[in-house]
């Protein structure tokens, strides 16, 4: 890779349900995204990836244990479940991992089925491996997350530090709670995942940007104001993205249905604005080269 500034514009929640595979895949086409992540509990998770393969999409995998069923038998993953048998929700999880109430061994018999499921739908490991809801950077779970990264090979993540949180107001302010706690959590983890040969992105961004209910916090306005959190120098940085098509049906989720996120007429804003003509020109004045993590 040159010297030059390298933009990795990743896609999250691939298999989510049809209408988000369908728009990722135009978003692709239409040069607004470079990677995608792959959840992989999901019953459109083979169509994702039959879509990603004909049309030469970079699929990384996208670890789940915060939402819908697991993988694993219940029985062995029991510490991350609630009463019903699925995974505990994003802030239930966070508490757990932070009270050290999960069990390591646990997190790795899922992580290594949805490797192994990742392998099974795509012919590969995969290069690359976040975490949906950015799990992976969760106490007692990062630990278990580099453990078996080593373990398969995989030297890819993210790092989802986002530090133009504070200057975001136009957040709605529970999601910014719970998104400042996970750039703590980030800021414990790059050590940790260093010290295990796992790299990522040298910047961060997308936390701040993420539409929800109708609101256009992706806009080239808002971009603009949180491209100077990028430190001076950084070489490469990574945009996180959910662009789609808003579900209109109850097919998808990961075993409970689609969520609102999936239903939010917000999905199609993200994906009008990654292809516009006025963001191309913006990162081509700014210097950024879009690049794949498939090029590492």
Avoid at 64 to 88: M, Q, T
Avoid at 100 to 129: D, H, M, W
Avoid at 269 to 274: V, Y
Wanted: glycine share 6%.
């Amino acid at each position: 890779m040159s010297a030059d500034r390298v933009l990795y514009v990743t896609a999250d929640d691939f298999g989510y349900c049809p209408q988000r595979n369908h728009g990722i895949i135009d978003c692709f086409k239409e040069n607004g995204i470079t990677d995608t992540s792959l959840l992989v509990n999901t019953s459109y998770a083979k169509h994702a990836v039959d879509l990603g393969l004909h049309h030469g999409l970079p699929m990384g995998l996208h670890f789940n244990v915060s939402e819908g069923h697991p993988l694993s038998e219940a029985k062995d993953i029991e510490s991350l479940l609630d009463k019903d048998g699925c995974f505990l929700d994003k802030d239930q999880m966070l508490l757990a991992g932070e009270e050290r109430r999960l069990c390591v061994n646990q997190i790795k018999t899922e992580l290594k089925a949805q490797l192994e499921k990742f392998k099974v739908l795509t012919g590969s490991y995969p290069k690359r491996v976040d975490g949906h809801q950015h799990v992976h950077v969760f106490p007692t779970i990062r630990e278990a997350f580099a453990q078996v990264l080593n373990e398969y090979n995989i030297a890819l993540t993210r790092i989802p530090l986002d530090k133009s949180l504070p200057q975001a107001d136009w957040m709605v302010p529970e999601l910014k709670q719970f998104l400042e706690e996970v750039n703590e959590c980030a800021k414990q983890t790059r050590e940790l995942f260093t010290a295990h040969g796992i790299k990522s992105s040298d910047a961060f961004l997308g936390c701040s940007l993420m539409n929800f209910e109708s609101t256009a916090n992706l806009t080239l306005e808002n971009l603009r104001s949180v491209m100077t959190s990028v430190p001076t120098g950084t070489i490469s940085l990574e945009l996180m993205v959910h662009p789609g098509y808003a579900s209109t049906t109850e097919n998808g989720g990961c075993g409970q249905g689609p969520d609102d996120f999936a239903k939010d007429i917000s999905r199609n804003w993200e994906l009008n604005f990654l292809t516009s003509k006025e963001l191309q020109e913006y990162w081509n004045a700014e210097g950024w080269n879009k690049a794949s993590w498939e090029n590492l």
